[in-house]
């Protein structure tokens, strides 16, 4: 870090219950060591118990030490936001089920939070308490009251947590600067102390900020505040940012190891052959001779020695690996002893890839790609449920075991939505994944989605049950503007109609027009969605032949006799 833990923020804090018998209000800041300071960030959070309510100060208790505490155990790959609102929408459903119903005996509370990670804050906001951002001399209020006045005296709050199961969330995010303070208010403070005063006294003891914010409490009680009074600070002197120069140290603190051979041994492996070679990595069989294990060793390529960009990617693919647990994800193994060089161990699987079972079986039957492609489905869903997205699905990504289990392999492109928050001297790569495999959005330049995923899955789907691919060869961003889906009943004509349908709307260039879950798209593949059938019912001649014609047949029929009678009549 450019700035130890200890040195990147300035912190004050006080609280009074004023006139009242009990204080109800609550607050913390959390500033975590490494690794969590770059993953989580910092976070600080004030609650208000709401005094209607028999419980208000055990809701803002609750409230505030969950989400100190529980917030740092969430998966380190979801964004801040997926992770705070799941923290506060659990904390909520337990505050209501202490109410009972009841909104007198309800444990309820408001809230605002703010989470620093890298150089962005997170906030969060719920009720009436407040957060104001003080920049050089200009205070700028963060948060809007979720307040109705009746008049003068009479008011109430129209959000809180604990009074209802749906918990709706104030969320935005933004830009922090070296030197910025952000205030936390109760209603007890802010109305009762005028905004200048604010910016006063925080300028007046900037060096002594807890000084500060009993001054502003204080002076609320003196302008005759009715209610409990807690001001809390928090100025960012550093931002939790690792420099250039930790950054590449923590990237090459271990050695690469040197041209490895069958027989030799490393950190207590057994190399027994070698399995893949490329310019970027070295892959080997190896024995765990403790264990007596097989397992497969993948090592860099001496050449990207000093390249941080290479570095990053290849311990990018260890980390998002150790976090999967899925039958059909390949499985990252944590080495017992310690690692002398650098490099990463994973479950050895004798099997083929994909690419070469479909070369074994170049139009397979449905009930066979069914099988296969909902477990690769269950593989994306492991990655979509941690806020990962595969990026790179291919067949050639795709190995299937001597039972019959499909595993994805290869994390190299993986995109997380949590560490794409955090900001590094590098410029990280964004890895496009194979062309024809890829779904356009990667090629027009839009954002990326688990539906991208669902795009590549329902190309190798299609490659599957027709031995082709659905756009064909020409496919690259300066033509998907113009493709056109051909139909896989043109390669397999016995496919039901209703298996094409399902996969062209997954195939379809624009994302939010397929299916919106994987399994979803599992289902239309095994049995016919009603919405095709409605939308797209073909007509009664493409669907009846025989039947249609028969029928126009004995029609025309009867219209000649009816026709030749009264001819006979005239």
């Known amino acids: 870090m450019s700035a130890t833990t200890r040195d990147l923020v300035s912190i004050g804090q006080y609280s009074d219950r004023g006139v009242k018998t009990e204080n109800q209000d609550s607050y913390g800041v959390l500033v975590p060591e490494s690794p969590l300071l770059e993953s989580k960030g910092i976070v600080a959070v004030m609650a208000d118990g709401v005094s209607g309510s028999e419980a208000g100060r055990i809701a803002s208790e609750t409230t505030v030490k969950s989400l100190l505490h529980d917030y740092a155990c969430t998966a380190e790959s979801w964004t801040v936001k997926t992770s705070v609102e799941k923290v506060l929408q659990a904390t909520n459903r337990w505050l209501c089920g202490q109410g009972g119903g009841s909104l007198r ?124 009074v807690s001001c809390q600070m928090v100025r960012f002197d550093h931002l939790p940012q690792l420099d250039a120069r930790a950054w590449l140290d923590r990237l090459t603190e271990k050695p690469f190891p040197p041209d490895l051979e069958p027989g030799m041994r490393l950190d207590g492996y057994r190399i027994v052959r070698g399995l893949h070679a490329s310019a970027r990595s070295q892959v080997y069989l190896a024995v765990d001779e403790e264990s007596g294990a097989s397992v497969v060793i993948k090592t860099p390529s001496v050449n990207y020695q000093d390249d941080a960009v290479y570095l990053d990617l290849f311990s990018h693919e260890e980390w998002v690996g150790k976090r999967l647990h899925s039958p059909h994800v390949l499985q990252m193994i944590e080495p017992v002893r310690p690692r002398q060089f650098l490099y990463s161990v994973s479950e050895y699987v004798d099997g083929q890839t994909l690419r070469h079972w479909m070369h074994e079986h170049p139009q397979a ?97 299609y490659e599957l049950l027709t031995g082709h691919l659905p756009f064909g060869e020409r496919y690259d961003e300066t033509t998907i503007r113009r493709l056109q889906y051909t139909s896989a009943r043109q390669w397999a004509p016995d496919l039901p109609l209703w298996v094409d349908w399902a996969l062209e709307k997954a195939l379809r260039r624009n994302a939010a027009q397929r299916q919106e879950e994987l399994s979803e798209f599992l289902h239309d593949l095994a049995e016919p969605n009603p919405a095709f059938l409605s939308a797209r019912r073909p007509p009664l001649l493409t669907r009846a032949p025989v039947d249609t014609w028969r029928a126009l047949f004995i029609a025309s029929l009867l219209v000649n006799l009816v026709l030749l009678f009264l001819l006979s009549r005239v």
């Open 105 to 228: 005996r309800s444990c309820a509370t408001t809230l605002s939070a703010l989470v620093v990670k890298s150089a962005t804050a997170h906030l969060f906001h719920v009720g009436d308490t407040r957060i104001y951002r003080l920049r050089g001399s200009e205070l700028t209020q963060l948060t809007q009251d979720h307040r109705i006045w009746l008049s003068e005296e009479k008011n109430f709050l129209t959000r809180a947590l604990g009074i209802d199961l749906h918990l709706d969330i104030d969320y935005r995010h933004f830009p922090v600067e070296v030197g910025d303070t952000f205030i936390f208010t109760t209603d007890g403070v802010h109305e009762y102390v005028s905004e200048q005063a604010l910016i006063n006294q925080v300028l007046t003891h900037a060096a002594h900020l807890d000084r500060a914010a009993r001054e502003i409490a204080t002076a609320a009680l003196r302008a005759g505040s009715p209610d409990n």
């Open 365 to 461: 039957d449905l009930q066979v790609v069914r099988d296969l492609v909902g477990q690769i489905a269950r593989g994306l869903m492991a990655f979509h449920r941690l806020e990962m997205i595969h990026q790179d699905l291919k067949p050639e990504n795709l190995i299937i075991d001597r039972q019959g289990t499909v595993k994805i392999i290869d994390f190299g492109s993986t995109k997380i939505a949590g560490v794409e928050e955090i900001a590094t001297p590098i410029q990280r790569l964004t890895l496009l994944g194979t062309r024809h495999y890829t779904a356009p959005e990667y090629l027009l330049g839009e954002p990326c989605s688990a539906r991208s995923d669902l795009f590549s899955l329902a190309v190798i789907t």
